[in-house]
């Protein structure tokens, strides 16, 4: 073997080593760049399924079908009020000098009259109504067109305003009727028995809420024969259908519906404080609404039976002392009303009309509202633990109730020395002297002085200047009287006062005495 052959041995070993480094780093290679692209290709959420988006379809539900059925018969309402002449006239000067030092009074004290006014804007309103016959009756709320010069409609999809006549309102109830001309039958809400509702049912409310036509929002009834604090004489005749569906401004007047599609009330108030939903709406009920309507379309008005009586509820206490069941305790009875004549008595307790039971004055008012003016009512009484029946001739109650006075609230007496009684107040003997100064009516009774605070008697609402005249039917008339009975009580007893108290502003006398009836339970330390 020579040099070159040993060369050329050496040169090809050495190609073969190369060739299979390079044989191998391929190999290596290709298997780390197969492990990267599987790296990359494993899913982030293994075992993850991918949403799909599905065909739109038309979702059918109740709700939907009751706005497609009730729409069209809700309206939208506003009102237009032209602005009224100032009172005063130009160019009369005032009695005397005003206090406030305003650009009115310079005005007026220097020259004689106000300063130039501008144009006075009309008041505009909006609300909503249901229509309910097709020749173009529609149900609102009273306030929506109180005092409007002008009543404009607006129909379902439609930009046209149509004027509206007012056929007839009951302030009551916060109900009117309008009526417009549409020319056509109109489509026509139809009315359900509200009685028939339930605390849990559905309720639909639709109206125009700050003017928004056609707004349909859903709830429940959350509650029944709600009535509203402050309502005044009124709040008599409302018991409201309670529901969380929302109701706004705007959306007085409108239909709450149930799931059937009918008319179970009249939208009409909410419990805010601040103006608008906070989850709490009032609805009139239905079997209102349709009691008003009817004699509305009959004669333009309502009206009312009365007979002539104030009451007051019975709590269980005083139902238990005078051995009655149920009913109410007449407090007064109106000179020459038909309670009068027929011989009702204050201190009577009214349990039926006609035979129909009543249980709190809701019933009564109910049983005496409805009956036809004229017409002759059997209301029976328990006096003095003896069942009676009196045939009473049934009075309008708009000239019954407007010769009615209200009992004012006393004000506190003179804080003056009395004996002091375990109810909580105390009291002193009416010497005859006073009580012709006090214009009292009867003889007997103690003068309540003062009332502790928190105590039984200021708890049951006894006040200062009432004059107590029994106490658990047992009449007294002097201070010994009062400690007697007390000390035949105990804790857990029902304790009934029978207390006069003036409607004078003082409470001392001289106007006239009506008779209360406050109880309560006598707790520990009482």
Known sequence: MNFFDTLRRQRLLSFTLILFTLSVGIVIGTLLDTGVKAAKDQPAAPGAKPLTIPDPVEMQNSFS???KQLEPAVVHISVTSEPKAPAQARGRRRPGPSEDEDMNDLFQRFFGFGPPEGPRMPRRGLGSGVIVDPSGY???NY?????????????HESQDK???????????TDLAVIKIDAKRPLPAAKIGNSDAMQVGDWAVAIGSPFGLQATVTAGIISAKERSIEGGGNSSIFQR???????????NSGGPLINI?????????????????YQGIGFALPSNTAVKVYNQIIKTGRVTRGAIGVNFQE???????????????????????????????????FITAVDGKPVRNGQDLVNNISDLPIGSTTV???????KKMDFKVSVGDRASIVSGERTPESPGPGAEEEGSPAKFGIMIEELTPARRQEMGLPDSGGVLVRSVSPGSFADDIGIMPNDVIVSVNKRDVSSVADVRKIQGTLKPGDPVAFRVLRSTSPLGRGRGEWTTLFLAGTLKESQ
């Open 138 to 140: 529609i149900l609102t």
């Open 379 to 385: 209301v029976t009484v328990l006096r003095d633990g």
């Open 260 to 276: 059937r599609g009918e008319v179970i009330g009249i939208n009409t108030a909410i419990a805010s404080g601040t103006g608008g």
């Open 65 to 67: 079908q009751l706005a």
């Open 314 to 348: 019975a709590k269980p206490e005083l139902l238990q002392v005078y051995g009655v069941n149920q009913g109410v305790v007449v407090i007064t009875v109106n000179p020459g009303t038909p309670a009068e004549k027929a011989g009702i008595k204050a201190g009577d």
């Open 143 to 155: 306030h929506v067109i109180e005092k409007a010069d002008r009543i404009q409609v607006t129909l």
């Open 162 to 172: 149509l004027d509206a006549k007012l056929i007839g309102s009951d302030p009551d």
């Open 240 to 250: 409201f259908l309670q529901t969380d569906a929302a109701i706004n401004p705007g």
